[in-house]
């Protein structure tokens, strides 16, 4: 069974530091892997897709790697600001219970402090 | 374009009342699907639809129906409201070549 696990669940960092988001998944046969930030009372934002033969995809200060045999992903936040404070999520898109479906971390609570 | 949207943002509904949550796509997308999230338990999948006139349910569909009547569309009912169904409904589409899934911003649901 597919399981998706993100490390940590809190981050706290000042401002203008560089981070890095881990997530890791049990099962290698996935299609691609989706970043995702909520801020809190709202919906989820796409920031990256990483198909299953890529292994990284780079948008502004965003840059998130795969390996697929290893099971993991990181997303990496450079020059981290205070906008940047939010939930992020990854998932794959994976084939579970007889469908193809997203399957969810628990989420990072980043807090990116002035 | 305006992607994923949810109507109605907002809603209180006694014990046994129903309602209809609606979800519109203007991506032309062929998969649709209903979410709700709660604290502690992340986001869990009531129902799903693969195109225009077929669904098919996920791992939490007791207690809701769905219809996709047109393919921009897709719809979630509450036959029979229950507090057990308090939570926070996310609709989501996804493209079928590029599989990148987007989400809608959100229907916040309380049942007394």
């Known amino acids: 069974k597919q399981e998706v696990t993100q490390i940590p669940a809190a981050l706290s960092v000042p401002e203008g530091e560089n981070l890095v988001l881990n997530c890791s998944f049990t099962?290698?046969?996935?299609?691609?892997l989706q970043w995702f930030r909520q801020d809190p009372g709202k919906g989820l934002t796409s920031l990256l897709l990483?198909?299953?033969?890529?292994r990284e995809q780079t948008s502004g200060r965003l840059n998130a790697s795969l390996d697929k045999s290893s099971g993991r992903s990181t997303l990496y936040i450079a020059a981290s600001q205070p906008g940047d404070s939010a939930t992020y999520l990854c998932?794959?898109?994976?084939?579970?219970?007889?469908?193809?479906?997203?399957?969810f971390g628990a989420g990072t609570r980043l807090a990116v402090h002035p | 374009n305006a992607g994923v949207t949810q109507t109605p943002k907002f809603r209180v509904l006694k014990t046994g009342q129903s309602m209809t949550l609606l979800c519109a796509q203007d991506m032309n997308h062929e998969y649709m699907y209903w979410y709700r999230q709660d604290p502690g338990m992340g986001l869990r999948l009531i129902h799903y639809s693969v195109g225009e006139g077929t669904t098919a349910k996920g791992e939490v569909p007791d207690g809701y129906n769905v219809s996709r009547l047109k393919k921009q569309n897709f719809l979630l009912g509450l036959e029979s409201a229950a507090p057990s169904q308090t939570s926070v409904y996310f609709c989501a589409s996804r493209d079928r070549a590029y599989n990148e899934q987007f989400f809608g911003p959100g229907t916040r649901l309380t049942v007394l």
């Open positions: 099962d290698s046969a996935i299609y691609n």
């Open positions: 998932a794959v898109l994976a084939l579970s219970g007889g469908y193809n479906k997203l399957i």
């Open positions: 990483i198909q299953s033969s890529q």
